[in-house]
């Protein structure tokens, strides 16, 4: 099952994608996390995202279909994959599109979660004050919601066209939301 979770920030695609990949059993790939890491370890990948993610701006999309590829290449994706955070604009979209034609691996279902933007302002404030991640100031969430819109809402549009766009409402208990998950499934 090769699916991907598409919404905001703070709609809470890593959340259920882990459930999903317990479920499945299959690997949630989260570029948020690969980059993280990155950044974390000081690799030269983490240097160049560090300054783009702390304003809340995107990766350059060669950078993450390169990432995207080398990660779908490796074993553990062989019986599917969650992508959580990729693509996040059409660019990334059609990368992925020819690179699992090549590959013969066809996304199957594109599942996107909708949280109204209120709700996300306040979700991902709590976030800053559990995690601390350098993104979470009010500036660069701000930054990252109009991103999204820019950028990454249109992959709704794209994904609906090509009939694999499945919409959950994403709030309520994360019980809840994995019903609505598993049900389009
Ligand atoms: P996330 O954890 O998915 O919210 O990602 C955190 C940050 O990593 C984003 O704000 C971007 O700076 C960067 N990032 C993650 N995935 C992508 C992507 N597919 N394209 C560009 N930038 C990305």
Not at 7 to 35: F, M, V
Not at 44 to 65: Q, T
Not at 103 to 115: D, F, K, M
């Amino acid at each position: 099952m090769n699916l991907i979770l598409l919404g905001p920030p703070g709609a809470g695609k890593g959340t259920q994608g882990h459930r999903l990949s317990e479920r499945y059993n299959i690997p949630e790939i989260s570029t948020g996390d690969i980059l993280r890491s990155a950044v974390h370890k000081g690799t030269p990948l983490g240097r160049e995202a560090k300054n783009y993610m702390d304003r809340g701006a995107l990766v350059p999309d060669e950078v993450m279909i390169g990432i995207v590829r080398e990660r779908l290449a490796q074993d553990d994706t062989e019986r599917g994959f969650i992508l959580d955070g990729f693509p996040r604009t059409v660019a990334q979209a059609e990368a992925l599109s020819r690179l699992s034609e090549e590959q013969q691996r066809p996304i199957e279902h594109v599942i996107s979660i909708e949280v109204p933007q209120e709700e996300l302002l306040q979700r991902l404030a709590g976030r800053r004050q559990l995690e601390g991640r350098q993104d979470d100031t009010d500036e660069a969430i701000r930054y990252r919601l109009e991103v999204y819109e820019r950028e990454t809402a249109p992959l709704i549009d794209y994904y609906r066209r090509q009939g694999l766009l499945r919409c959950i409402v994403g709030v309520g208990t994360i019980d809840e939301i994995f019903q609505r998950v598993a049900v389009v499934l």
